[in-house]
């Protein structure tokens, strides 16, 4: 995988993060720390520190969104490919390794899975913190029609992005199985000489 890609979607994902954590920062803060804390947002060395931070937070929330989606990914993993031999990461080395064309497709896609991923498990985080600080903070101003605003608006995103996860896996694994067994087709003409 591109390494530049990695890291832009890994700075996503850790954004995302970033916000939800950020939201339950500021209601442990008070006033005269929120607005230190908006001036250093301006300094250059603060977006330094920021996408440092990003990436990490990447990394972890992305782990544990995969540890999440785990069991859910193996079961469509043993409806699409039962009992894949080799293991699905061999049959996608092998189908990629001639055609680097496929292997940037593979890619992509698997990163927009990740994407997809994450922010299932992130989206319903930054709905909920956004609803806490909101209703600690400004409890006078916020009205029940805002917070169903927000849980409609973070459930929709949530499922979208569940429902676009499940679908790109499930291409991505029937595209692994379909060109692993043209592979297989070939190498097997291959070796006999046709």
């Known amino acids: 995988m591109n390494v530049s890609i990695l890291f832009i979607e890994l700075m996503i994902i850790g954004f995302q993060t970033l916000i939800w954590i950020t939201l339950l920062i500021f209601l442990q803060v008070s006033g005269s720390l929120n607005a230190l804390i908006f001036k250093c947002m301006g300094l250059t060395s ?6 440092g931070t990003c990436y990490t937070l990447g990394v972890f929330s992305d ?21 894949p031999s080799p293991n699905i990461g061999t049959m996608r080395y092998l189908i990629g390794k001639n055609d680097s064309n496929l292997n940037v497709f593979l890619d992509y896609t698997r990163s927009r899975i990740r994407i997809c991923r994450a922010s299932a498990f992130n989206i ?3 709905m909920l913190s956004l609803i806490l600080y ?3 903070k400004h409890k006078y101003t916020i009205t029940d029609s ?4 927000i849980l409609l608006l973070g459930s929709g995103l949530s499922f979208i992005s569940i429902y676009t996860w499940k679908n790109l896996t499930i291409r991505h694994l029937n595209l692994i199985k379909t060109m692993f067994k043209e592979y ?3 190498s097997s003409n291959a070796s006999n000489g046709h």
């Open 46 to 51: 603060f977006s330094l520190i920021i996408i």
């Open 63 to 83: 782990r544990l969104a995969d540890l999440l989606f785990a069991k859910w990914n193996e079961k469509l993993k043993n409806i699409i490919i039962q009992n």
């Open 146 to 149: 805002m917070i169903y605003t």
């Open 124 to 126: 319903p985080l930054i």
């Open 184 to 186: 297989k087709k070939t």
């Open 134 to 136: 909101l209703v600690i």
